[in-house]
């Protein structure tokens, strides 16, 4: 089984940065790719970012020219580099990681709330 630990979320300003993290342990297949969804109150889930294995990346519309993915495969970390930060944003954000041969994985969740 793999498990995913997400980190740094939290209270920030509009305009402002955040940086969280999903690191995965367990039973980790080579090839898998890794990213977030998340998802506001009474809103469908949403794609925020994600990154293959290959270092293909792909983001949602709404978070374009704001937000990076990045990844440390000897870590089997993802990075989610948040910047100007909008109210729009607030979310619970859902770390997964994707592998062929074991199927889809979410983490906890993690808060993110965008406020003045």
């Known amino acids: 089984q793999v498990q995913l630990v997400e980190s740094g979320g939290g209270l920030v300003q509009p305009g402002g940065s955040l940086r969280l993290s999903c690191s995965a342990s367990?039973?980790?297949?080579?090839?898998?790719?890794m990213g977030w969804y998340r998802q506001a109150p009474g809103k469908e889930r949403e794609l925020v970012a994600g990154?293959?294995?290959?270092?293909?990346?792909y983001y949602g519309d709404s978070v374009k020219g704001r937000f990076t993915i990045s990844r440390d495969n000897g870590k089997n970390t993802v990075y989610l580099q948040m910047n100007s930060v909008k109210p729009e944003d607030t979310a619970v954000y859902y770390c997964?990681?994707?592998?062929?041969?074991?199927?889809?994985?979410w983490g906890q969740g993690t808060q993110v709330t965008v406020s003045s």
């Open positions: 997964y990681l994707n592998a062929p041969a074991t199927g889809n994985y």
């Open positions: 990154i293959t294995s290959s270092g293909r990346i």
């Open positions: 367990g039973s980790i297949n080579s090839f898998y790719s």
